[in-house]
């Protein structure tokens, strides 16, 4: 029985049989505790062997890369923080002034509440430092090492959708050329510190952004958006430059500092407001598809703001920034368009090609957008889509002006039709429904409104202390960062995500250039210091190996290029473009050719026979590499002697 006293300070007081149950409890934590060290290893042995079941032996991976060595240490390593989380905590059960202990553990609670927002910012940070750390050293990207050799080529005077083929938008080739132009690097570390500096922006606009309204609250909101995109960075591929991960990075920023404030109707400066306005020509320039979100989600705010009776005085205030923003960006970035780029190939290769030949092959459904929601109980997505689906009902509840119960019936209709639009706009950002790394453009701004969400409700407004559901809310999230990155960054027990995995794929890359290297060597044999090569179907990342430049504008061949060629825009149809006849005149003298099935389905010969032809009459194979696993390895072939 447990005895209180009339003053509410004083300490509890436990009757014996109380003081009995607290004692054996005790026991059973530093028993418990014991066993796991006894217990565990051999756990670990029989699962490794695989004879603890299916359930146990399925949580070891990398059996042929790692070593049980590898995992015992990774097991240690969790016991050990568990043992002192349970020991102090056994004993101080167990002990005779735990009544006394009681209070200063509350004062304890209390103050590491208080210091709860710092603690996870310096948290977050140290675990994403690690994960960048990391990540320069993954395997090479083909996505992210077409952008560094179209880079490379821009630099030697090449222009882009003349001389040089690409369907993305341009801000992708202008932020690699951007780090060409500082770095003259072509291995990829200083354009995945580049990515990564943008990440940290991202997290520096959320901190700035007027919808919080207290130190604690940024800090908050900054550690916890820093924690989800370290921990969910090899998903997406957040360290490489893609515009998928930098769509959703400069949709964020966007969110941050101009469209949530406004939505909450919160005061903002005209600095704020112009940085998010330029966000969205230069998504836009990422690719066109993210025009059709943008617009849906600023309808859905115009509706929103008229249906609040605010959109006259919104638009009185703040057209001037936003018009800055938005005619600042588009300036810039048709400045250099116009240097480095061909504007009707843009048309022709990023508008027309993507949109009539790309879209047929890979089977576009403009519904895949809202198809997505049926995966709103898969663990992957759902959590984003949770975000997104929140998002009408917070907004109700935390505007400074919510909908007041005089508004007019059309004003209720406007607001509700807003409020959907929200929605899809958002789940427009993820336009093919993708599962893999392009989800990053829809799931980033989800991480970012869930990390305002929280940290709003989590952290009282002003100075005030925290209150005991806060106290809760914010030792319960420390407790759940340490204990995810625990388990991601500690033990081989959390998939791609985890440490292990990514050590795995940093030896796969260490083991992929070691396989390049007697190719390559052949390769030096046979050519000139800086005469190019050609690589097909798509492994550009060869030419970063090899050091060495395309030999042609048509660097990689997809089936989307072979059927532009055959049926061009409006007659847009260039010679030096034409894969077929470059490689005739141009008499390239060295192609490396990995011909996998594109899209699962086509080979070169089913898209490109002119190509296939070419190669089969005019080159001899002259290198066979030996096949290793996961390691894609391309055939050299040599042009035959005339």
């Not at 670990?44 to 042929?64: F, N």
């Not at 690097?185 to 520096?204: K, S």
């Not at 916890?224 to 921990?231: D, S, V």
């Not at 009539?356 to 957008?369: C, D, E, K, P, S």
Request: a positive charge.
């Amino acid at each position: 029985m447990i005895k209180h006293h009339d003053r509410p300070n004083a300490p509890i007081q436990y009757d014996n049989r109380t003081n009995l149950g607290l004692r054996i409890l005790s026991l059973v934590i530093l028993a418990g505790t014991a066993l796991a060290w006894w217990l565990m290893p051999r756990l670990l042995e029989a699962a490794y062997a695989g004879t603890a079941g299916p359930l146990l032996s399925g949580l070891i991976g990398g059996r042929d890369i790692h070593p049980l060595e590898f995992y015992a240490e990774q097991l240690r390593l969790l016991l050990i923080l568990a043992t002192l989380v349970a020991v102090p905590a056994g004993l101080l059960i167990g002990s005779s002034s735990f009544e006394r202990a009681r209070a200063r553990i509350g004062t304890g609670i209390t103050a590491v509440a208080a210091a709860a927002p710092l603690l996870l910012a310096l948290l977050a940070g140290s675990w994403l430092l690690l994960r960048i750390t990391g990540s320069l050293q993954l395997p090479l990207f083909g996505d992210a090492a077409e952008k560094v050799v179209a880079a490379w080529m821009l630099s030697t005077g090449g222009r882009l959708y003349a001389d040089i083929y690409a369907n993305h938008g341009p801000l992708s080739y202008l932020l690699a050329h951007t780090v060409y132009m500082l770095s003259g690097a072509t291995e990829m570390a200083p354009y995945r510190l580049a990515q990564w500096a943008l990440i940290i922006l991202t997290v520096a606009a959320l901190g700035a952004s007027h919808a919080l309204g207290s130190r604690r609250q940024r800090l908050l909101a900054m550690a916890l958006l820093t924690f989800i995109i370290a921990t969910l960075y090899p998903t997406w591929k957040a360290h490489e430059p893609l515009y998928s991960i930098n769509a959703g990075l400069f949709f964020s920023i966007a969110l941050s500092l101009w469209l949530l404030p406004l939505l909450l109707g919160r005061p903002n400066s005209a600095s704020a407001v112009a940085i998010g306005a330029a966000m969205l020509p230069c998504m836009v320039a990422l690719g066109y598809p993210f025009a059709v979100p943008l617009a849906l989600f600023i309808a859905g705010v115009i509706l929103v703001l008229y249906g609040r009776g605010q959109l006259r005085a919104q638009l009185a205030s703040m057209a001037r920034p936003i018009l800055i923003g938005i005619a600042g960006a588009a300036l810039l970035l048709l400045g250099w368009l116009l240097a480095f780029a061909d504007l009707l190939g843009y048309v022709a290769y990023h508008l027309y090609l993507n949109q009539v030949h790309y879209a047929a092959i890979t089977r576009f459904n403009a519904l895949h957008g809202l198809g997505q929601l049926t995966h709103l109980m898969d663990p992957r997505l759902g959590w984003a889509l949770l975000a997104v689906l929140l998002l009408p009902f917070w907004l109700r509840r935390a505007a400074h002006r919510p909908l007041g119960k005089q508004s007019s019936r059309r004003r209720r209709i406007a607001t509700t039709c807003g409020m959907l639009l929200l929605i899809v706009g958002m789940l427009y950002l993820n336009p093919r429904g993708d599962e893999g790394f392009k989800v990053a453009s829809l799931q980033v701004p989800a991480a970012a409104l869930l990390a305002i969400m929280l940290a709003r409700w989590l952290a009282p407004m002003g100075g005030s202390k925290p209150g005991q559901r806060e106290r809760a809310g914010l030792i319960g999230v420390l407790l759940a960062m340490i204990l995810s990155i625990s388990v991601v960054g500690f033990t081989p027990f959390a998939g791609p995500l985890s440490e292990s995995s990514l050590l795995q794929r940093r030896q796969l890359a260490q083991a992929e250039q070691a396989a390049a290297r007697p190719l390559i060597e052949h390769i030096d044999a046979r050519l000139d210091p800086g005469e190019p090569i050609q690589v097909l179907t798509f492994l550009p990342r060869w030419y970063l190996l090899a050091n060495r430049l395309p030999a042609a504008g048509q660097y990689y061949y997809l089936p989307a290029q072979a059927d532009y060629e055959r049926a061009p825009m409006w007659g847009h149809e260039r010679e030096r473009m034409n894969l077929c006849v470059n490689l005739a005149e141009r008499r390239v003298e060295v192609v490396l050719l990995h011909d996998y099935p594109i899209h699962g389905i086509y080979r070169l010969q089913d898209y490109a026979p002119c190509v296939a032809r070419l190669l089969e009459t005019d080159y001899n194979p002259a290198y066979f590499p030996s096949p290793q696993a996961d390691i894609p390895m391309p055939l050299l072939l040599i042009r035959k002697p005339q």
